[in-house]
């Protein structure tokens, strides 16, 4: 075949193409803190998102044949060593005939929840959007057919101030070319799958394209990390791509390499990444000054529905959870796993009420708060609102006697919220600022400032 000259315009197109990817890829690693903190400034000012793990999960809701089976609901598949053929089963019950997004974003606005990250694809990699890279392991497959995630997605931009946020497996159990996961790596730090490359090319970042570019998700939260195919040059690519995919996008640790445990604290300070990732823990100092972390965490044990899974954090321990991670600095991702039905638990229901209460009184602390001025408050946390109002949070209540703030200021005024008019008084004493006139009691319960 005579070959055709190269239209001058295709080369130039092809050329400026490549150029301009290169450029983006190079502006990307040579960001400054100034440019990744103003990126990341809506998300740091949130604070308190929703976790929401839901899929197929839901179905056996943490028990297989009979049996309770440990472990994460989500983990159903591997936990009880299910035969994938008998694990996509699943697909052809999942019908969640009442899921409502407006319903759930409405859940997390009124908690006082900015963000929400939902499980897109979870390790047993079924994908909760029509994606065109399978046809037959994502929802378009199921009964329930429609488009949960362009759902949620337009729940949060009606909503307008709670979010969207997408949750990626990077180990998937059921791709051909990734399926050997934790369990496989578990008996063996060596690689499992030799086409894992394949699947992070031709599969992982093509779906990865079709989920910025479809739902606009303010953050990409990346796990499954852990698996040895997956190399910290693989994350930084991955964080590379992702990042010319959209300039804006935020994207957590668990791209890369370098969560230590389940600490999500990364010692490598270079590593891909633009948030720490704590896992069920807040960390007791927080993470070095300069470094955003968020911890998430379960209301009850499991991540994934778990019918027998009844140990339901008290309220009160949530929302000083919430107070403890904003005192240090960080974000406070809290998780519910919807059932089957697509519904949110009655009692996550019921604390994310609870919560909303609380937040009425008290979300300037929280919501663009930053840490605490004090190492430590033997009775509680504090934390610092927009308008630099100190904020004091007394999780053990003084019971009639001064409050003392290691406080040198010479005049101050403190009020106790909500109740406007109750009348403080301060004093500057030798061992700091004493804050007189508290009630012997906390504040009732509904509109309690201590939590
Ligand atoms: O294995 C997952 C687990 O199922 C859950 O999704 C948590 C949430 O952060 N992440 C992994 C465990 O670290």
Redesign the pocket.
Known sequence: MTPRPFKPSLLFAVSLCLCATFAQAADIASQTNHQRDTRTQWWREARFGLFI?FGLYAIPAGEWQNKKIPG?G??ILNNAHIPLPDYEKLKDQFNPEKFDAKQWVQQAHQAGMRYLVITAK??DGFCLWPTKLNTDWNITATPFKRDLLKELADACKQDGTVRFCIYYSIMDWHHPDAQRGLAASAASSSPQNPNFQRYVQDYMKPQLKELVETYDPGVIWF??EWIPDYTEPMGRDLYTYCRTLNPKLIINNRVGKTRKG?TGLSEDKDSPGDFGTP?QQIPATGLPPGIDWES?MTMNET?GYKQSDTKWKPTQTLIRNLVDVVSKGGNYLLNVGPNAQGEIPAESTKRLQQIGQWMKTNAPSIHGASASPFKKLYWGKATIGQDQTLYLHPFVWPNGADLIVPLTNKSATAKLLPSENTNLTTSNEEDGLHIKGLPATPPTPRTRSSP
Do not use: K, L
């Open positions: 793990h994460g989500e983990w979870h390790h796990d499954g389940m896992e998430c991540w």
